[in-house]
């Protein structure tokens, strides 16, 4: 400053009654990193730095004897008044303020670190600094990362954490909430079938429906890839209504398709809904038990087929400790031995003659009886526990094959089933051949058959787990045919030798319609140069028409059911050495 400027600007001050600000601490000033202001303690400026001046474009000898807090935003300015005041008290040290300013040329609305420091005593000051420091870029900042903490990225929507918050506020404040979780079925198939740019759309979009639906006195969350949730807060009884048709109005919004990439595409989801009302209990456990019932609802609906929406009740409760009790009693028949395998022949349509077996697991539990594999085999898939159980019937099975060819006098392949948790095995190539080696079977009569919607479930990994089987010299199957999503679509991206036509087309073979949709799977599978198996064949009548239809092998009760291994050897004896019609005792004899 020059000396003129500096002499009209301490008469000014003088005439305002306010002390002037020496020539040194200006220079000091003037070298400052912080906007520096110096004020009365009622605010009035008396100085301004030219850093000052240069952040907000002011004039800063303009603005001597102006009040300083006309910048700072309304909503601040009394608190950072109070904090002046404090700093002002008799033996106060500085007082930080964290407030907003306003641009008055432009309106933005920017954040400011403000230390207020008494320095009346300081001759060469005589007022109170301000040393500011614009923190709205660290604040924004700080408020992105708090917003990802607590949001999902792809949606937008508040995430598990968040969602537990909103509980816990809602909780405190004495509300009864009510919870609906989703689960979206098929948007596995749809990253498969077009990428994962277009699950992501279709994730977004599903979002977008369920606000919509939802309403905006609901949360909305994305827990994890293909989970939703929507929780809802009030009144017990306004809770109760509106949770009693939210899930199916969510699963009816979810199941309207949707044009992604130029192409229609098709999800659904299962919705399991549940209500927690004020209690005693701690608030952790009511989050606990609430997810808990929801969580157990959305499984019965998807047990059910899915595109459903199912409410929680003591009833499923039951069910589900009547399954962990089944789970527990499951590891122990695997200890004692309770578990054996049998054997169900597969029969060449054309020749007559059985080609094969399926083995099969049974339970003979010591209280319960026999446990149906429709039971417990979705009760150990829901564990490691169907990796044991896999294990044992691919040994099992091996063992037998010996016993089986030496019987049929000639080659006889044996089927095991693998479960989606053995296909996503990594070491599941290495177990197989370990177990042909040790029981010195020849890869090609073993067949491992998939389901369809377990190779479906993970396309990608499906596939190559299944070449590296058949680089093994091993024999595969595709399971349950016709019961996933988009069958045709997959048979030529799944490494499989066989095609196993699921029962449900055989139930209406004797109509001329049904006679042609067999048909037509039969020619395509031939033309991919695929063995068919017709399964759940019950009837000579239905034999025939299978047969007719052009498919190569059956299986069913019309020829046998299940067999205990020395009856399945005796068979393949019997049948070696009489050729002909199937004898009817396998018929009638049940394992």
Same mark, same amino acid.
């Given at each position: 400053?020059?000396?003129?400027?500096?002499?009209?600007?301490?008469?000014?001050?003088?005439?305002l009654?306010?002390?002037?600000?020496?020539?040194?601490?200006?220079?000091?000033?003037?070298?400052?990193?912080?906007?520096?202001?110096?004020?009365?303690?009622?605010?009035?400026?008396?100085?301004?730095?030219?850093?000052?001046?240069?952040?907000?474009?002011?004039?800063?000898?303009?603005?001597?004897?102006?009040?300083?807090?006309?910048?700072?935003?309304?909503?601040?300015?009394?608190?950072?008044?109070?904090?002046?005041?404090?700093?002002?008290?008799?033996?106060?040290?500085?007082?930080?303020s964290?407030?907003?300013?306003?641009?008055r040329?432009?309106?933005?609305?920017?954040?400011?670190?403000?230390?207020?420091?008494?320095?009346?005593?300081?001759?060469?000051?005589?007022?109170?600094?301000?040393?500011?420091?614009?923190t709205?870029?660290?604040?924004?900042a700080?408020?992105?990362?708090?917003?990802a903490a607590?949001h999902?990225?792809?949606?937008?929507?508040?995430?598990?954490?968040?969602?537990?918050?909103?509980?816990?506020a809602a909780?405190?404040?004495?509300?009864?909430?009510?919870?609906?979780?989703l689960?979206?079925?098929?948007?596995?198939?749809?990253?498969?079938?077009?990428?994962?740019?277009?699950?992501d759309?279709?994730?977004?979009?599903?979002?977008?429906?369920?606000?919509q639906?939802?309403?905006?006195?609901?949360?909305?969350?994305?827990?994890?890839?293909?989970?939703?949730a929507?929780?809802?807060?009030?009144?017990?009884?306004?809770?109760?209504?509106?949770?009693?048709t939210?899930? @199916?109005?969510?699963?009816? #919004? *979810?199941?309207e398709?949707? $044009?992604?990439? %130029?192409?229609? /595409?098709? =999800?659904?989801?299962?919705?399991?809904?549940?209500?927690?009302?004020?209690?005693?209990?701690?608030?952790?456990?009511?989050v606990r038990?609430?997810?808990?019932?929801?969580?157990?609802?959305?499984?019965a609906?998807?047990?059910?087929?899915?595109?459903?929406?199912?409410?929680?009740?003591?009833?499923?409760l039951?069910?589900?400790?009547?399954?962990?009790?089944?789970?527990?009693?499951?590891?122990?028949?695997?200890?004692?031995?309770?578990?054996h395998?049998?054997?169900?022949?597969?029969?060449?349509?054309?020749?007559?003659?059985t080609?094969?077996?399926?083995?099969?697991?049974?339970?003979?539990?010591?209280?319960?009886?026999?446990?149906?594999?429709?039971?417990?085999?979705?009760?150990?898939?829901?564990?490691?526990?169907?990796?044991?159980?896999?294990?044992?019937?691919? @040994?099992?099975?091996?063992? #037998? *094959?010996?016993?089986?060819? $030496?019987?049929? %006098?000639?080659? /006889?392949? =044996?089927?095991?089933?693998?479960?989606?948790?053995?296909?996503?095995?990594?070491?599941?190539?290495?177990?197989?051949?370990?177990?042909?080696?040790?029981?010195?079977?020849?890869?090609?009569?073993?067949?491992?058959?998939?389901?369809?919607s377990?190779?479906?479930?993970?396309?990608?990994?499906?596939?190559?787990?299944?070449?590296?089987?058949?680089s093994?010299?091993?024999?595969?199957?595709?399971?349950?045919?016709?019961?996933?999503?988009?069958?045709?679509?997959?048979?030529?991206?799944?490494?499989?030798?066989?095609?196993k036509?699921?029962?449900?087309?055989?139930?209406?073979?004797?109509?001329?319609?049904g006679?042609?949709?067999?048909?037509?799977?039969?020619a395509?599978a031939?033309?991919?140069?695929?063995?068919?198996?017709?399964?759940?064949?019950?009837?000579?009548q239905?034999?025939?028409?299978? #047969?007719?239809?052009?498919?190569?092998?059956?299986? %069913?009760y019309?020829?046998?059911?299940?067999?205990?291994?020395?009856?399945?050897?005796?068979?393949?004896?019997?049948?070696?050495?009489?050729?002909?019609?199937?004898?009817?005792?396998?018929?009638?004899?049940?394992?």
């Amino acid at each position: 400053m020059n000396r003129r400027r500096r002499e009209q600007l301490g008469e000014r001050l003088r005439r305002l009654g306010l002390p002037v600000v020496s020539p040194s601490y200006e220079a000091l000033a003037r070298q400052a990193a912080d906007e520096v202001l110096v004020t009365d303690t009622d605010g009035t400026v008396r100085f301004l730095s030219p850093s000052f001046s240069r952040r907000w474009n002011l004039d800063r000898w303009g603005l001597v004897g102006r009040d300083a807090f006309e910048w700072v935003h309304p909503d601040d300015r009394d608190s950072a008044r109070e904090l002046l005041r404090q700093a002002c008290l008799p033996g106060a040290g500085p007082v930080d303020s964290q407030h907003r300013y306003l641009v008055r040329a432009t309106g933005e609305v920017r954040w400011c670190r403000v230390r207020f420091s008494d320095a009346r005593h300081e001759r060469s000051v005589r007022g109170v600094i301000w040393n500011c420091v614009d923190t709205t870029d660290e604040k924004r900042a700080l408020e992105a990362l708090h917003f990802a903490a607590g949001h999902d990225g792809l949606t937008g929507l508040p995430n598990r954490r968040s969602l537990f918050e909103s509980f816990a506020a809602a909780a405190d404040a004495g509300a009864t909430c009510g919870l609906v979780l989703l689960g979206l079925d098929g948007l596995k198939a749809v990253n498969d079938r077009l990428g994962h740019s277009a699950g992501d759309e279709v994730v977004r979009r599903t979002a977008e429906r369920l606000l919509q639906v939802a309403g905006a006195g609901a949360v909305v969350a994305r827990l994890d890839g293909d989970e939703f949730a929507v929780l809802v807060t009030g009144g017990e009884r306004e809770v109760g209504q509106a949770v009693a048709t939210l899930g @199916d109005r969510c699963v009816r #919004a *979810v199941r309207e398709p949707l $044009a992604v990439g %130029g192409r229609t /595409v098709g =999800v659904t989801a299962g919705a399991g809904t549940a209500l927690a009302v004020p209690d005693t209990d701690a608030l952790q456990d009511r989050v606990r038990q609430l997810f808990q019932h929801a969580d157990i609802a959305l499984v019965a609906a998807k047990a059910g087929g899915g595109d459903r929406a199912v409410p929680f009740s003591r009833g499923l409760l039951d069910a589900r400790h009547e399954r962990a009790e089944l789970a527990a009693d499951l590891r122990t028949a695997l200890a004692q031995r309770q578990l054996h395998v049998v054997y169900q022949p597969l029969v060449d349509l054309a020749a007559g003659s059985t080609v094969g077996v399926e083995a099969l697991v049974r339970w003979e539990h010591p209280r319960r009886g026999a446990v149906s594999p429709a039971v417990f085999v979705p009760v150990a898939e829901e564990s490691d526990t169907i990796l044991d159980i896999g294990g044992f019937v691919l @040994d099992q099975a091996l063992g #037998a *094959v010996s016993g089986f060819r $030496a019987a049929a %006098g000639g080659d /006889v392949l =044996v089927s095991v089933n693998l479960s989606g948790h053995q296909l996503l095995q990594p070491d599941l190539t290495v177990l197989v051949a370990d177990a042909l080696a040790r029981h010195r079977v020849d890869p090609a009569a073993l067949c491992l058959e998939v389901t369809e919607s377990a190779a479906v479930a993970d396309l990608s990994a499906a596939r190559e787990t299944l070449l590296r089987l058949r680089s093994l010299g091993v024999r595969t199957a595709l399971d349950d045919f016709g019961t996933g999503y988009s069958s045709l679509s997959y048979l030529r991206r799944l490494p499989v030798d066989k095609l196993k036509i699921d029962k449900s087309f055989l139930d209406d073979v004797a109509d001329g319609q049904g006679v042609a949709v067999l048909s037509g799977i039969a020619a395509l599978a031939s033309g991919l140069g695929l063995t068919t198996v017709a399964e759940g064949i019950e009837t000579d009548q239905v034999a025939r028409l299978v #047969a007719r239809a052009g498919c190569t092998w059956g299986q %069913g009760y019309h020829f046998a059911r299940p067999l205990a291994e020395e009856v399945a050897r005796e068979h393949f004896a019997r049948r070696a050495g009489r050729g002909g019609p199937q004898n009817p005792l396998w018929r009638s004899t049940t394992a």
